[in-house]
């Protein structure tokens, strides 16, 4: 898990935190 997360670039993993968060909005509305 900490290995994984160490492979993720910044850039990479705030991406992917703007497209889950966009992925939660769509399902609570």
Do not use: A, I, K
């Not at 900490?2 to 399902?27: G, P, W």
Request: glycine share 0%; hydrophobic share 55%; no cysteine.
């Amino acid at each position: 898990m900490f290995r994984l997360f160490n492979s993720f670039n910044e850039v990479d993993f705030t991406n992917s935190m703007l497209h889950f968060s966009r992925f939660v909005l769509v399902l609570v509305s």
